[in-house]
C-alpha cells in the first residue's frame, strides 16, 4: 500500500502560480512512476502530467499543460510536485496525485491515489 496526500492547492489569479505536492508513505516511493491527473466539475477526470521511477525520471506532460506545468520528484522527501504557471481558468480542478507501476497516461493504470486538492483560477 502507498498513501499518498496532496496539498498546495488554493485559489489563484489567471497568470499566477501553484505549486502542489503530494507527500508519500508505505511502500519505497522510488520505486514507482507517479502522475497528476485533475478533474472539473462535470468533467472526467484526465491526465496532467507524470514522470517515471528515480531510475528514469522521463517526465511527459498533457498537451494543455505543457510549458506551462512541471512535474518532478525528490525521492529522499518521498514527494512529487507539480509547478503550475501561467495558470488560466480552465485549469480549475481538483488535482489528484496517482502511483503506479507503470508509466502510464491512462487513469486506470493507477493504483493509489490521493484526496485531491482543490485549484481554483479566477479570471
Same mark, same amino acid.
Given at each position: ?7 498546495? =492547492?488554493?485559489?489563484? !489569479? /489567471?497568470? #499566477?502560480?501553484? $505549486?502542489?505536492?503530494? %507527500? ?5 516511493? *522510488?520505486?514507482?512512476?507517479? =502522475?497528476?491527473?485533475? !478533474? /472539473?466539475? #462535470?468533467?472526467? $477526470?484526465?491526465?496532467? %502530467? ?5 531510475? *528514469? ?67
Amino acid at each position: 500500500q502507498v498513501q499518498l496526500v496532496e496539498s498546495g =492547492g488554493g485559489l489563484v !489569479q /489567471a497568470g #499566477g502560480s501553484l $505549486r502542489l505536492s503530494c %507527500a508519500a508513505s508505505g511502500r519505497p516511493f *522510488s520505486n514507482y512512476h507517479m =502522475g497528476w491527473f485533475r !478533474q /472539473a466539475p #462535470g468533467k472526467e $477526470r484526465e491526465f496532467v %502530467a507524470g514522470i517515471n521511477w528515480s531510475g *528514469s525520471s522521463t517526465t511527459y506532460y498533457a498537451d494543455s499543460v505543457k510549458g506551462r506545468f512541471t512535474i518532478s520528484r525528490d525521492d529522499a522527501k518521498n514527494t512529487v510536485y507539480l509547478q503550475m504557471n501561467s495558470l488560466k481558468p480552465d485549469d480549475t480542478a481538483i488535482y489528484y496525485c496517482a502511483a503506479s507501476t507503470s508509466p502510464t497516461t491512462r487513469s486506470a493504470g493507477y493504483l493509489y491515489w490521493g484526496q485531491g486538492t482543490q485549484v481554483t483560477v479566477s479570471s
